[in-house]
């Protein structure tokens, strides 16, 4: 027996009654578009269901509960992987690496989960399988009532959830303030670790495993109750809101400047500019002289906080130049033109009486009244050289 039809002229719950009623075996496969899903029957009873098969849902749901070891897992995920008859999670079931109890409560979630997400496909192509077995059978059995009655349940509960958590990338943070009441249980607690103020509801249920139904209504749970607010940009963002509060009441604080970086940091807005133009004009400013060896000891280390009666005072600085000194004779301002005529004539005068013609003969001989201005000449000795040259 092959049935085959499309989710528009026959409904979920219908086909699960008729193959119930027949109490058939097989898989019943979905699809709709990318997405494939499937329900397996035995004897007219749900064994397991998944509603994508590109996803290992079951097995993602026993890493996300925190039963499976690395070392199980990989042994696990290497059987099935060379073994396209055996599922995840009966290789981790026959290694003894899960408690059978408890895998036993996963398969069940998992299936109804998996049923309440292909009951809200409003389209899609279904085909049911004869005999066609179920890689993750391991004895459990769930009436089909009992299936689409939780299944629907949830679907009515569902339309309560979405008014508090509106979309699967709303992003969720803890909230600043305690509530009055602090119970809480351990799935809570788990789930409650993995929200940080950035991941989507989205990653939050992937990372869990647990279904979209069970994540998402576990945290609008923690939402109503108060451990948990729905961030609106930065709004719900408790540490957020701290950090630009203490922006705010840094204007008033006048806290000492220490460097560029930690300026923008401490202060914002016109205070940031103001500071900013005061760190500017302390750099700018020449180096002062090193301090004396004596006074090394004296001098705080970078990391001792000022004292309020030493914050914005500027250190005395050292004068690194000396003053230009004024002559006390100023003589008459030479001309740049009569330089060159000056020193001329200076050494042909010097040359002539020293006999040296050398010196004659490689200036150019001009008279001038001038003496040149040399500041690394000493004037009274020229002075005293000339005459004692002329036989004064």
Same mark, same amino acid.
């Given at each position: 027996?092959?049935?085959?039809?499309?989710?528009?002229?026959?409904?979920?719950?219908?086909?699960?009654?008729?193959?119930?009623?027949?109490?058939?075996?097989?898989?019943?496969?979905?699809?709709?578009?990318?997405?494939?899903?499937?329900?397996?029957?035995?004897?007219?009873?749900?064994?397991?269901?998944?509603?994508?098969?590109?996803?290992?849902?079951?097995?993602?749901? @026993?890493?996300? *509960? &925190?039963? /499976?070891?690395?070392? !199980? =897992?990989?042994?696990? %995920?290497?059987?099935? $992987?060379? +073994? #396209?008859?055996?599922?995840?999670?009966?290789? @981790?079931?026959? *290694? &003894?690496? /899960?408690?059978?109890? !408890? =895998?036993?409560?996963? %398969?069940?979630?998992? $299936?109804? +989960? #998996?049923?309440?997400?292909?009951?809200?496909?409003?389209?899609?192509?279904?085909?049911?399988?004869?005999?066609?077995?179920?890689?993750?059978?391991?004895?459990?059995?769930?009436?089909?009532?009992?299936?689409?009655?939780?299944?629907?349940?949830?679907?009515?509960?569902?339309?309560?959830?979405?008014?508090?958590?509106?979309?699967?990338?709303?992003?969720?943070?803890?909230?600043?303030?305690?509530?009055?009441?602090?119970?809480?249980?351990?799935?809570?607690?788990?789930?409650?670790?993995?929200?940080?103020?950035?991941?989507?509801?989205?990653?939050?249920?992937?990372?869990?495993?647990?279904?979209?139904?069970?994540?998402?209504?576990?945290?609008?749970?923690?939402?109503?109750?108060?451990?948990?607010?729905?961030?609106?940009?930065?709004?719900?963002?408790?540490?957020?809101?701290?950090?630009?509060?203490?922006?705010?009441?840094?204007?008033?604080?006048?806290?000492?400047?220490?460097?560029?970086?930690?300026?923008?940091?401490?202060?914002?807005?016109?205070?940031?500019?103001?500071?900013?133009?005061?760190?500017?004009?302390?750099?700018?400013?020449?180096?002062?002289?090193?301090?004396?060896?004596?006074?090394?000891?004296?001098?705080?280390?970078?990391?001792?906080?000022?004292?309020?009666?030493?914050?914005?005072?500027?250190?005395?600085?050292?004068?690194?130049?000396?003053?230009?000194?004024?002559?006390?004779?100023?003589?008459?301002?030479?001309?740049?033109?009569?330089?060159?005529?000056?020193?001329?004539?200076?050494?042909?005068?010097?040359?002539?009486?020293?006999?040296?013609?050398?010196?004659?003969?490689?200036?150019?001989?001009?008279?001038?009244?001038?003496?040149?201005?040399?500041?690394?000449?000493?004037?009274?000795?020229?002075?005293?050289?000339?005459?004692?040259?002329?036989?004064?």
């Amino acid at each position: 027996m092959r049935l085959e039809g499309t989710l528009d002229a026959f409904s979920l719950p219908d086909i699960f009654q008729l193959l119930s009623f027949t109490k058939k075996t097989g898989a019943l496969h979905l699809r709709r578009g990318d997405v494939h899903g499937v329900v397996h029957f035995a004897a007219g009873a749900v064994t397991g269901a998944s509603a994508d098969q590109g996803r290992q849902a079951l097995g993602r749901r @026993l890493v996300g *509960a &925190g039963h /499976v070891s690395d070392e !199980a =897992l990989t042994h696990a %995920v290497e059987r099935a $992987a060379n +073994d #396209a008859g055996l599922g995840l999670a009966k290789a @981790l079931a026959e *290694a &003894g690496a /899960v408690d059978e109890n !408890a =895998l036993h409560t996963l %398969v069940s979630e998992q $299936a109804i +989960d #998996a049923v309440f997400d292909l009951l809200r496909w409003p389209e899609g192509d279904f085909g049911f399988v004869v005999d066609e077995g179920n890689p993750d059978d391991l004895g459990v059995s769930l009436a089909v009532d009992d299936v689409v009655t939780e299944a629907r349940r949830r679907l009515d509960y569902w339309q309560t959830v979405s008014r508090t958590i509106p979309s699967p990338d709303s992003v969720l943070a803890i909230a600043a303030s305690a509530p009055a009441d602090l119970s809480i249980s351990a799935d809570e607690w788990w789930l409650l670790g993995l929200v940080d103020g950035r991941r989507g509801v989205h990653e939050l249920i992937a990372l869990t495993g647990r279904g979209e139904f069970t994540c998402v209504s576990s945290l609008a749970a923690m939402v109503d109750r108060g451990l948990l607010t729905v961030r609106a940009g930065d709004d719900g963002d408790s540490a957020a809101a701290l950090i630009r509060r203490h922006q705010v009441l840094s204007r008033l604080e006048g806290a000492p400047v220490t460097s560029s970086s930690s300026l923008a940091a401490a202060v914002s807005g016109a205070a940031v500019a103001a500071v900013q133009a005061q760190v500017q004009q302390v750099e700018a400013a020449p180096e002062p002289q090193a301090p004396a060896v004596s006074q090394l000891s004296a001098v705080p280390a970078m990391d001792t906080p000022a004292r309020p009666e030493d914050r914005n005072v500027t250190p005395v600085r050292a004068e690194p130049f000396l003053p230009r000194r004024t002559p006390d004779h100023p003589e008459e301002h030479i001309p740049t033109s009569t330089v060159t005529a000056m020193t001329a004539g200076s050494a042909i005068a010097a040359g002539a009486a020293m006999g040296s013609a050398a010196v004659a003969t490689a200036v150019a001989p001009a008279a001038s009244p001038y003496i040149e201005r040399d500041p690394s000449v000493n004037k009274s000795l020229l002075l005293r050289l000339i005459a004692g040259v002329r036989g004064l």
